[in-house]
């Protein structure tokens, strides 16, 4: 075969690679069209389907309420009438029977003229006592139209103008929501959450985090923040499963709350932090992850120890005291390369960690910086990176080490950043607390 043909044949493998490469690529952005058009369709039908059931109940509610009112109104007229019609009724039958007996008079008058005389003088006696007795000269009053009810109806036109502004007013259709998901990051057992306006003419005073497991169609979206942060992470998930994420607004001065923004997955594949079990002096949640000091001891101050070295350099480790006791200079939280069993406290060699009253420990010994003391609601957190896996003087070790992390501490408004010099390559770290008092109560995510 000679060098042409060679040439044309890897060419044309080229070409036929190249070509099912592009179709390949071809094909990812038909599958994401598709994909776009199912949301426009899919959410063009939920809104329609939104709008349909909204404006539906608001009629019959408007329908229940108007009949409701026109039902009021009518008893107001039946109440009315009843009231007034009942003494002009008991009025005309006083002045009925009145009739009735001036017609009896009158037949008994005429009758009294047109007996005889033997009995004319009995008759007109009896009809005289008669006359006198019904008081011919008292009638009954009658009231004056001005006095009697004039029953109408006041109807005022302008509600139908104010339900016509606010009717063309009530709803509004959008075609993104007003925020987005953001940003969807791994933690231990966590996932940390950031989202953001994509509308910059909505001022937002609140926003609402939910999230639920995917694929199950049982689940329900379940609150994780309401607040003005941008910024969550979601505690106790489970690894290597599936979430959906979704966020809303509520605008300023607004009670009902924007559509939620596009459903984004994640999942972390870490463990979460938990404590070690078995430890003299501690109880621990369900969860492993809050650990409570319930025994306390003067002599012995027990060092809490994580399950495993789950913290990793790059992330962040975070504990929070829910609940405090006393203070005592031995009292520490941090991170560790070992988890020695029977540890009396962490401020010790290949640990760095910090006090209740916030002196900070590098190795076992104190450095100079100092953070707040840590109280209820404190949150200390530990951020670590690799500065240099190379020996830092092969010469002489006893300098501190052979590989440089660096260190931030972060307690309160303050921090404290140091190269932390250890022995030996880490990527993964203990962490670990220890308390002489009883009543310190602290969660670590």
């Known amino acids: 075969m000679s060098v042409e043909v060679d040439v044309l044949l890897q060419e044309a493998k080229e070409s036929i690679e190249a070509a099912q490469n592009y179709r390949s690529e071809l094909q990812q952005r038909l599958h994401g069209l598709n994909q776009a058009r199912k949301q426009v369709r899919g959410s063009s039908g939920q809104a329609r389907e939104a709008l349909r059931r909204h404006f539906a109940e608001l009629q019959a509610a408007a329908t229940r309420l108007l009949a409701e009112r026109l039902t009021t109104l009518l008893a107001e007229v039946d109440t009315i009438e009843a009231d007034s019609i009942k003494p002009l009724d008991d009025c005309q039958s006083l002045i009925e029977h009145g009739v009735g007996q001036a017609d009896e008079l009158l037949r008994e008058g005429e009758?009294?003229?047109?007996?005889?005389?033997?009995?004319?003088?009995?008759?007109?006696?009896?009809?005289?006592?008669?006359?006198?007795?019904i008081q011919l000269d008292s009638l009954p009053e009658v009231?004056?139209?001005?006095?009697?009810?004039?029953?109408?109806?006041?109807?005022?036109?302008?509600?139908?103008?104010?339900?016509?502004?606010?009717?063309?007013?009530?709803?509004?259709?959008?075609?993104?929501?007003?925020?987005q998901i953001?940003?969807?990051?791994?933690?231990?057992?966590?996932?940390f959450v950031r989202w953001c306006k994509v509308d910059e003419d909505f001022a937002a005073a609140d926003y609402r985090l939910?999230?639920?497991?995917?694929?199950?169609?049982?689940?329900?979206?379940?609150?994780?923040?309401?607040?003005?942060?941008?910024?969550?992470?979601?505690?106790?998930?489970?690894?290597h499963i599936d979430y959906l994420f979704r966020v809303c607004a509520r605008g300023?001065?607004?009670?009902?709350?924007?559509?939620?923004?596009?459903?984004?997955?994640?999942?972390?594949?870490?463990a979460p932090h938990e404590w070690r079990s078995g430890t003299e002096g501690y109880i621990l949640s369900s969860?492993?992850?809050?650990?409570?000091?319930?025994?306390?001891?003067?002599?012995?101050?027990?060092?809490?120890?994580?399950?495993?070295?789950?913290?990793?350099?790059?992330?962040?480790?975070t504990f929070k005291i829910s609940a405090a006791g006393q203070m005592d200079r031995r009292d520490s939280l941090g991170v560790c390369i070992g988890s020695e069993r029977?540890?009396?406290?962490?401020?010790?060699?290949?640990?760095?960690?910090?006090?209740?009253?916030?002196?900070?420990?590098?190795?076992?010994?104190e450095m100079t910086n100092q953070l707040p003391a840590v109280t209820v609601g404190s949150a200390v957190t530990f951020d670590m990176e690799v500065v240099n896996l190379f020996p830092v003087n092969n010469n002489n070790l006893s300098d501190g080490g052979n590989f440089k992390l660096r260190v931030t501490i972060g307690s309160g408004n303050r921090e404290v950043v140091f190269d932390w010099l250890v022995d030996q390559a880490v990527d993964c770290l203990f962490f670990g607390c220890c308390f002489v008092h009883s009543g310190w109560k602290v969660l670590v995510f």
């Open 111 to 133: 009758a009294a003229l047109r007996c005889g005389l033997g009995e004319k003088e009995d008759k007109l006696g009896s009809f005289t006592k008669k006359a006198m007795h």
């Open 143 to 179: 009231p004056a139209l001005v006095d009697v009810p004039s029953v109408s109806a006041q109807l005022d036109d302008s509600l139908l103008g104010m339900l016509r502004d606010r009717v063309s007013r009530h709803g509004s259709v959008s075609s993104h929501p007003p925020v």
């Open 182 to 191: 953001e940003e969807l990051q791994e933690r231990p057992g966590s996932i």
């Open 210 to 239: 939910q999230y639920r497991r995917s694929g199950s169609g049982g689940s329900q979206y379940e609150d994780a923040y309401i607040g003005r942060d941008c910024e969550f992470l979601v505690l106790h998930l489970d690894p």
């Open 252 to 270: 300023e001065g607004r009670t009902e709350w924007s559509p939620w923004s596009i459903p984004q997955t994640g999942y972390t594949t870490l």
């Open 287 to 317: 969860r492993k992850n809050i650990a409570l000091r319930n025994d306390s001891s003067q002599s012995r101050c027990p060092v809490l120890y994580s399950n495993a070295p789950t913290y990793f350099c790059g992330q962040t480790l």
């Open 342 to 365: 029977g540890e009396e406290s962490l401020q010790s060699d290949q640990a760095v960690c910090i006090s209740t009253n916030g002196a900070v420990y590098v190795n076992g010994k």
